[in-house]
């Protein structure tokens, strides 16, 4: 992939048959005065996906590891990690199914209610909320198999002991089990980072 930026792209040569360039690619963005704009929506993106979706993932694991039906549990994770294999080109069908000005699901319940029909292709401002709800849906349930996994490594008899002493199941997450997911979280946020 990082090849592609020192070529000349060509479809019909592929990467590797496509000429070499060299850095007049990068020089062409820094020239565009698009450079800025583009590390900007990068970063914020970013931050916004990983933010989202890690308070979503530890949810997720936290209501996976209160529920006691063990067999609806393994349904529900399966359920949850789908999203995970599908691909980004079916994601974007999805997207253009419901999101079509003409005849999309958004369009036609808004039109059931007598509601104008809206144009979300010409709307840059929904954009980042659809993006980010997309990544949520994608990437949640195979991140709180991670968490849950730290769940269950968990010591259980600190769990007990304050269920005696007459915690709540609030103060239990607060004071038990977030401290002990702390290393988790540090460790999937740092793999974040270096995702972007």
Known sequence: ?????FVRFDYAKGIFG?????LNNLKFIAMSG?????????????VGFIATSTVMQI????????????????????????????????????SFVIFNNTNGILNSILGMFGANPVNVYEKAAAWPMILVLINLWK????????YFAALMGMDREMMEAAKVDGAT?????????LPSLRPTIIILLLLSLGGI
Do not use: D
């Not at 992939?1 to 930026?5: D, F, K, L, P, T």
């Not at 583009?38 to 914020?44: D, E």
């Not at 393994?74 to 294999?85: D, E, H, R, T, V």
């Open 1 to 5: 992939g990082i090849w592609v930026a």
């Open 18 to 22: 496509s000429p070499f360039v060299g």
């Open 34 to 46: 698009k450079l800025g704009m583009l590390v900007r929506n990068t970063v914020l993106y970013n």
């Open 59 to 94: 949810l997720i694991a936290l209501l996976f590891n209160e529920l006691t039906n063990r067999a609806f549990r393994k349904y529900a994770q399966s359920f949850m990690i789908l999203p995970n294999f599908i691909s980004y080109v079916l994601v974007g069908v999805f």
């Open 139 to 146: 990437g949640s349930g195979y991140g709180s198999i991670v």
């Open 169 to 177: 199941t609030i103060q239990r997450i607060r004071y038990i089990t």
